[in-house]
T-cell receptor, first 114, second 115 residues
């Protein structure tokens, strides 16, 4: 069935270091992969997304890479700051996107130590 | 533009009761999806509404239902509440102009506690 696996479940880095979170998905028809950041007491916030016709996308300190053959996608955060501390979720759209169903990974708790 | 709003933010109910949660999407967005978030199961899709029609449904029992109004506002209802229904219920709004427009923007959620 449809599934998204996310690793690691927790990640602790020093301020200024890079952080990498990896996800794999099972539905080969998926063509849209968003990443969300969720802070305590808030809803998930869309921080970056990538579509299957693109291999990499950057937005300032955040980048996402996609390997469709291997069904892997990753989030890279460079020059981490304490305010990057949050739970990060990867997701894949169900099928080719005709519905609004996102399949989420289990989340990664990122702690950035000052 | 104002973001997605959800009401109420917090709710306490007892087993057997029913509850209705409300979501107002971003202005101009026609799609509303609902998700349940729990520590054990993570974020799970409940259903999506587009132009007042349910487009897809997740693997939840029939006690979970929803609807969408002509102004795109949506409500979800849970009947005969069980302890396991305690969760954060999130609503996500999407423009859904075509299948290429899949960005979903979440509201703050409604925290439901069932006693």
């Amino acid at each position: 069935g449809e599934n998204v696996e996310q690793h690691p479940s927790t990640l602790s880095v020093q301020e200024g270091d890079s952080a990498v979170i990896k996800c794999t998905y099972s539905d080969s028809a998926s063509n849209y992969f968003p990443w969300y950041k969720q802070e305590l007491g808030k809803g998930p916030q869309l921080i970056i997304d990538i579509r299957s016709n693109v291999g990499e996308k950057k937005d300032q300190r955040i980048a996402v890479t996609l390997n469709k053959t291997a069904k892997h996608f990753s989030l890279h955060i460079t020059e981490t700051q304490p305010e990057d501390s949050a739970v990060y979720f990867c997701a894949a759209i169900h099928g080719s996107g005709n519905t609004g169903k996102l399949i989420f990974g289990q989340g990664t708790t990122l702690q950035v130590k000052p | 533009k104002a973001g997605v709003t959800q009401t109420p933010r917090y709710l306490i109910k007892t087993r057997g009761q029913q509850v209705t949660l409300s979501c107002s999407p971003i202005s101009g967005h026609r799609s509303v999806s609902w998700y349940q978030q729990t520590p054990g199961q993570g974020l799970q899709f409940l259903f999506e509404y587009f132009s007042e029609t349910q487009r897809n449904k997740g693997n939840f029992p029939g006690r979970f239902s929803g609807r969408q109004f002509s102004n795109s506002r949506s409500e979800m209802n849970v009947s005969t509440l069980e302890l396991g229904d305690s969760a954060l219920y999130l609503c996500a709004s999407s423009p859904r102009v075509s299948s290429n427009y899949n960005e979903q923007f979440f509201g703050p959620g409604t925290r439901l506690t069932v006693l």
